[in-house]
């Protein structure tokens, strides 16, 4: 039998899920930065380790040669999102890039079709375009779409479900059954409200934003032009800070942009 080279054979892999976890953490962050919800919460990749490859090709019957052809979730991304309409979204927004920095190959949709164990997540199956010092280069690469709640549940059950080889005893199985539907549920009560949530996230992270701007503000006058009412602007700010106004912090922060043009102080 031919030896792999595991470091060389995984290096694009490991490439691939770089780049892509780059990319999806950026568009959340553009998302963060225009005060838009983002649909991707956070991103998580991996690439399958030697012994999980080797087990899939074993229990798939694949032969050592083919294992880069017939194993597709060596590159593996995930994104965790708040709300089941989030999974839609980014589906949607992977189809735009589709045959674009991607191209979609396969897609299961185990929300839809819940697996028998209570398994949900959106699969999309992708090869991504490498430039290596080889030459371009095309891998595969599994992306999963799934809420926090449904990665809670399958990283539970897939542990629990390794440390049992398969083989798990009924009664756990149907406590996981059980955990499944109360996921379910949750999603279920999350998506009821959504629009709660996100109006909430908004305000809090519009309140952040101008409290940012203004300390930013106050520190530019203290330190550039030695302005001696720093320390009054300060309390100032404290108690609109307290009183928990927005409007009021809104005013204050216009109040500080009229002083800084004022006094020639360039603020970002
Ligand atoms: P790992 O360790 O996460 O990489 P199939 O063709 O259906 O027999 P295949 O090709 O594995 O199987 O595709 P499938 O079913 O879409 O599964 C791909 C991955 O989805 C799995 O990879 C798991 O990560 C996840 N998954 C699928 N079913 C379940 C499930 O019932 N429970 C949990 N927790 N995860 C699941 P691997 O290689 O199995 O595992």
Request: proline letters at 2%.
């Amino acid at each position: 039998m031919e030896i792999i080279d595991w470091v060389g054979f995984l290096m694009p892999y490991e490439q691939a899920v770089n780049e892509l976890k780059l990319k999806f953490s950026n568009l959340a962050s553009d998302f963060k930065k225009q005060a838009q919800h983002s649909p991707i919460e956070h991103v998580d990749g991996r690439v399958k380790r030697v012994a999980s490859i080797l087990e899939k090709a074993h229990r798939k019957n694949i032969d050592y040669a083919h294992i880069a052809e017939k194993i597709e979730d060596i590159a593996g991304i995930r994104i965790i999102c708040k709300f089941v309409e989030d999974i839609d979204k980014v589906v949607e927004m992977l189809h735009i890039r589709d045959g674009i920095d991607l191209t979609i190959t396969q897609e299961r949709d185990y929300i839809t079709n819940t697996k028998p164990s209570g398994y949900r997540s959106y699969h999309i199956l992708i090869t991504y375009p490498l430039i290596t010092t080889s030459g371009p280069f095309r891998v595969a690469a599994e992306i999963q779409i799934r809420t926090m709640s449904m990665d809670f549940w399958a990283t539970i059950e897939h542990s629990i479900k390794y440390k049992y080889s398969g083989n798990l005893p009924d009664d756990l199985q149907t406590r996981l059954k059980n955990a499944a539907e109360a996921s379910f549920q949750l999603d279920k009560e999350m998506g009821y409200i959504r629009g709660e949530i996100v109006e909430a996230q908004r305000v809090v992270q519009q309140r952040n934003d101008l409290v940012d701007q203004i300390l930013r503000k106050v520190e530019k006058l203290h330190f550039m032009v030695k302005f001696d009412k720093a320390n009054e602007l300060n309390r100032q700010f404290m108690e609109i800070y307290e009183e928990g106004n927005l409007e009021k912090l809104q005013g204050f922060n216009q109040q500080l942009s009229l002083m800084a043009k004022l006094y020639n102080v360039q603020h970002s």
